[in-house]
């Protein structure tokens, strides 16, 4: 018999998520950000540094949110193949989650129906965008992660060919985040997945943000490339806040997906300082 879960509870589990994902940054993300303060030396960068830090502690006493950009709203749902949802659609439960959300915390309210013409708010943050994978067991694991979309937007996807190799990969990362400039927020996390086709590579690009902090690809050969690819993009000196200084990028990393033998996709999806997201098991 499968295992059956209502969509009031899974629309109570969202509203919740997207509530702390909002006002609570992630321990290790406020970590490392209290790190990269020890470390850096430009004045004006560590000033920056000192209102990110005082910023994420307001926010989780304050219950305000982390950034005014509180992000369209991605929802990562990982379904036990053994769960059978009742009362309503997974979209609809999803929605009705983030709508109770971002009413009841008063959260900014960015979505708008059409891209181009009328571009009328839906007044709710809704529709969430879903990513669904089925997997084994009878679990629903669901992971809210508002996006802002400055740095959405300074994000990139660039079919390069299989003879670029290690370089062209690394060389596109820099430019992503040196095109970015200030304009993603710095600083940054780097989220990059090799590999896919066009559709899959953006997407493990944005998975790959909810890796802890400093926790590198388990193929030394990735692992390395994270970290060279972390040197070069903290040497370009753009800094936090693009004020000058040491540190531009917090962490970067990298998937590796299979892929044809004509291509090799790279995409960059970088995030600002504000690496929000919540995770919760029904």
């Not at 609809?92 to 708008?112: C, F, Q, T």
Request: net charge negative; hydrophobic share 45%; glycine share 8%.
């Amino acid at each position: 018999m499968p295992r059956l879960i209502d969509s009031d509870e899974l629309s109570r589990l969202v509203r919740d998520l997207a509530l702390k994902a909002n006002f609570v940054l992630p321990r290790d993300v406020r970590d490392v950000l209290s790190s990269a303060l020890e470390l850096e030396r430009v004045e004006l960068a560590r000033s920056a540094l000192e209102d990110l830090v005082l910023n994420f502690q307001m926010a989780e006493t304050e219950k305000m949110p982390i950034c005014q950009d509180c992000g369209l709203a991605v929802v990562f749902v990982d379904w036990g193949q053994e769960v059978l949802l009742t009362g309503g659609s997974l979209q609809e439960a999803v929605d009705l989650g983030i709508r109770d959300a971002y009413v009841e915390g008063y959260l900014r309210k960015s979505v708008v129906y059409d891209p181009v013409y009328d571009r009328r708010n839906s007044f709710d943050n809704t529709p969430a965008v879903i990513h669904l994978r089925m997997v084994p067991g009878d679990r629903v694991e669901v992971t809210v992660a508002p996006k802002g979309m400055g740095s959405e937007n300074m994000s990139a996807i660039r079919m390069l060919k299989p003879a670029d190799g290690e370089e062209g990969v690394l060389r596109f990362i820099e430019e992503v985040v040196s095109s970015a400039g200030p304009n993603s927020c710095p600083p940054v996390v780097v989220g990059v997945a090799v590999g896919g086709n066009f559709e899959t590579a953006p997407l493990w690009a944005k998975r790959s943000l909810l890796r802890p902090m400093g926790q590198r690809n388990p193929d030394p050969r990735y692992a390395r490339l994270e970290e060279e690819a972390l040197r070069r993009i903290n040497r370009l000196g753009i800094g936090a806040g693009g004020y000058g200084g040491l540190v531009t990028a917090l962490d970067v990393r990298i998937e590796a997906l299979p892929t044809h033998i004509a291509g090799m996709p790279v995409a960059v999806n970088l995030c600002c300082h504000a690496l929000r997201h919540a995770k919760g098991v029904i």
